[in-house]
């Protein structure tokens, strides 16, 4: 799953490459990621991008007033002039008067979803984003007021897009090892320490990742994101920073890790 890392150098390279530059042709591969259909891709045709900006795992192309939102879902994606890599499905292709911009997805079922809008708030998904964990100002504040006094395990709060916005499944895991917190523990369990912690944790994995994937190309942004996991992903290997060895979170069926010996299990 791309998230907020990956998908700000995304942003900044669609913002840097499309700015000023029109639409001259689209061609839907999969019409089911269209959510509004009664505003087609081809409305777009002509239009030149004013602005692109990013929302959580979400990318708004702003054509003169008329906008396009990429949601990117599980395992959704982006090429430039280059065909989809093996195991991904072509969903849309928007050629530009310079390149060739595909949207694809690698998953199982389908996740992208695009839609055709007036302002970006009318995508469901946007409007309903808290704030941006990945924002430099995103605060201690911001962060315990997420938390609150909520009995949700962690790790599955800091994916809660509505709570705070752009961390997934990977992140997630990365941002409570640094931490050194339980991905099971209840937030509501938190000492005023810990938050403290969190958000320290929270600020140095993600700044460290915005900064890492910064012309990167989109290509290899996949590739530079699993390279960098300290412990997602990496089940059975040694702690990078102890004795402990890497093991799955009970309850994710293999989709989240952590380590024992530096964070131990609490509910």
Known sequence: MPE??????????????????????????????LKTRARPLDALVGRTVTGVTRYGKHIDLDLDGI????????AGWATWDTDPPDGAALIATVTFDDGVLGITDAGDWLSVQLHVVDDPLE?????????????????REDLARALGKRRKQLKALLQEQESLAGIGNAYSDEILYVARLSPVAHAASLTDDEVTRLHAALRSVLDEAVAARRGVPIAEQKAAKVAAMRVHGRTGERCPDGDGTIEDIPGTKGGGQYCPSCQPLSA
């Open 67 to 74: 906008h396009l939102s990429l949601g990117f879902g599980r």
């Open 123 to 139: 995508v469901p998904a946007v409007a309903k984003l808290g704030p941006d964990a990945a924002d430099p100002a995103f605060s």
């Open 4 to 33: 907020a890392p990956e998908v700000e150098a995304l942003t900044l390279f669609l913002r840097e490459r499309l700015t000023g530059h029109a639409i001259v042709a689209v061609e839907l591969a999969e019409f089911r990621a």
